[in-house]
């Protein structure tokens, strides 16, 4: 059974900065991709950012680019994913959560190409 747990969502001011973390058992890193999405209120869901979990590559949505870094953890005894968010903004409020998927990308790929989620959590950035 797949396992995802996100942590880390906070109230942060404008500019400010914010690292998620993505607990993760029951899926091999390396046998697919992870990545963070974030739905606001009243807009659908949508890619931040995914990472290849057998090569590290790496792709960010448009309007996170140069600002979030997503990386993965390996050497806890729970695979752990990161997101670490800088320069925040209002527009950056919105639950963030956690995925997995057996397929690698060359894309920033649609949320319903994920099967697994976490239940997410909460990131608000006030101006």
């Known amino acids: 059974q797949v396992l995802l747990a996100e942590s880390g969502g906070a109230s942060v001011q404008a500019g400010g900065s914010l690292r998620l973390s993505c607990s993760i058992s029951?899926?091999?890193?390396?046998?697919?991709?992870m990545g963070w999405f974030r739905q606001a209120p009243g807009k659908e869901r949508e890619g931040v950012a995914v990472?290849?979990?057998?090569?590290?590559?790496?792709?960010?949505s448009g309007s996170v680019r140069d600002r979030f870094t997503v990386s993965l953890d390996y050497a806890n005894t729970n695979n752990t994913l990161h997101l670490q968010m800088n320069d925040l903004k209002p527009d950056d409020t919105a639950i963030y959560y956690c995925?997995?998927?057996?397929?690698?990308?060359?894309?920033?790929?649609?949320?319903?190409?994920?099967?697994?989620w976490g239940q997410g959590t909460q990131v608000t950035v006030s101006s």
């Open positions: 990472i290849n979990g057998r090569y590290g590559t790496t792709l960010y």
């Open positions: 029951g899926f091999a890193f390396n046998s697919g991709s």
């Open positions: 995925a997995a998927s057996n397929r690698f990308f060359g894309y920033l790929p649609g949320p319903p190409l994920f099967p697994y």
